[in-house]
């Protein structure tokens, strides 16, 4: 099973200022044959379902603000918020799709909250 | 519009059985992945299994190998998680959602959910 990783498990950050948030997988999520990472980046706020935000690491889905962007490679990732916003607030889970996910294919989630 | 309805909440007693729905509209059910995924009560999310409903393709977490079964009815677009003996530890929200793929593999993420349906289990 791949496992996935978060840090840090809560952030705290002033409005305007950039959030980062870490996600490291126990083995690569980079498939050779296409160059791609299967990692993708979600969002959820209270009572909601998740929302997907980046996929292949660091694709933005239709309709995300681009101030959400992705980056990394192999097994350690990043989710940057460039400039906060208070709709922000939310916890945020990475996922890795390489392989059939267990049930750690989600990352244990990050809380981002308003300083 | 791309969406997936799901069944409404319940509440059961410890050793009932359930099945919960999942409806797709606006794409084309079989083509892409189904997954449903648990969120136990002020917890994080986990996969509990994927299904291709164009090939039956099914494909389970192993921590939930054995205690749900994942289905789907092609014909009307929906897709299934029963469970035959419940446990109070199935008390949780549980979510299905679509993800892109075929051939076996996973072309991105999961980029449509259900509104959930929670289960409650309780003596």
């Known amino acids: 099973d791949i496992v996935m990783t978060q840090s840090p498990d809560s952030l705290a950050v002033s409005l305007g200022e950039r959030a980062t948030i870490n996600c490291k997988s126990s083995?690569?999520?980079?498939?050779?044959?296409?160059?791609?990472?299967?990692l993708a980046w979600y969002q959820q706020k209270p009572g909601q379902p998740p929302k997907l935000l980046i996929y292949?690491?660091?694709t933005r889905e239709s309709g995300v603000p681009d101030r959400f962007s992705g980056s990394g490679s192999g097994t350690d990732f990043t989710l940057t918020i460039s400039s906060l916003q208070a709709e922000d607030v939310a916890v945020y889970y990475c996922?890795?799709?390489?392989?059939?996910?267990?049930?750690?294919?989600f990352g244990p989630g990050t809380k981002l909250e308003i300083k | 519009e791309v969406q997936l309805v799901q069944s409404g909440a319940q509440v059961k007693k410890p050793g009932e059985s359930l099945k919960i729905s999942c409806k797709g509209s606006?794409?084309?059910?079989?083509?892409?992945?189904i997954a449903w995924v648990r969120q136990m009560p002020g917890k994080g999310l986990e996969w509990m299994g994927i299904?291709?409903?164009?090939?039956?393709?099914?494909r389970y977490s192993p921590s939930f190998q054995g205690q749900v079964t994942i289905s789907a009815d092609k014909s009307i677009s929906t897709a299934y998680l029963q469970w035959s003996s419940l446990r109070a530890s199935d008390t949780a929200m549980y979510y299905c959602?679509?993800?892109?793929?075929?051939?076996?593999?996973?072309?991105?993420?999961?980029?449509?959910w259900g509104q959930g349906t929670m289960v409650t289990v309780s003596s």
């Open positions: 996922q890795q799709y390489y392989s059939t996910p267990s049930v750690y294919g």
């Open positions: 292949w690491a660091s």
């Open positions: 959602a679509r993800q892109p793929g075929g051939g076996g593999f996973y072309f991105g993420g999961v980029d449509v």
């Open positions: 606006g794409y084309s059910f079989t083509n892409y992945w």
């Open positions: 083995q690569s999520v980079l498939y050779s044959s296409n160059n791609k990472n299967y």
């Open positions: 299904m291709y409903p164009a090939d039956s393709d099914i």
